[in-house]
């Protein structure tokens, strides 16, 4: 059975997802998250959340572009550790928005939490790989 997540993992186990693929997957997440903020009501608590998703959601677009120019291995772990900061704090934010119903999609905040499941191990990954590499004096190669 083809699911989007075996797809993505095998891509990745074969090099064949590029910095390009993620970083394009990035943006389309921080665009889905944008969308989903649109359509929250206009309440106290979906403000709070909103403001919430849209800081730490798009975010780890602009943080995974700085990560590419990083200066050392040492600040690119930092800067992809932040990223999967941020990832971790925007699924948990979906998961309150989810069971608080505080949507007008449930099918988008669905699709949202588990993009960012499938996100943050792809960084998890990518953070234990480059820490392997530091341990082990590997050239410094970006993801």
Do not use: C, W
Request: no cysteine; charged share 30%.
């Amino acid at each position: 059975m083809f699911t989007f997540r075996k797809f993505t993992h095998k891509l990745i186990k074969t090099k064949l997802m590029n910095k390009f693929d993620l970083e394009d997957r990035l943006v389309k997440f921080s665009v889905l998250i944008i969308e989903i903020v649109n359509q929250i009501p206009n309440s106290k608590a979906g403000n709070h959340l909103s403001s919430q998703i849209v800081r730490s959601g798009t975010s780890v677009s602009l943080n995974y572009g700085e990560a590419q120019s990083g200066e050392s291995r040492r600040d690119f772990i930092h800067k992809i550790k932040i990223v999967l900061k941020e990832l971790r704090e925007t699924y948990v934010a979906f998961k309150i928005i989810h069971i608080a119903k505080l949507y007008k999609n449930e099918v988008k905040i669905i699709e949202a939490k588990k993009e960012s499941n499938e996100l943050i191990s792809i960084f998890v990954k990518s953070v234990e790989t480059a820490q392997k590499n530091s341990k082990l004096n590997k050239p410094f190669i970006k993801i």
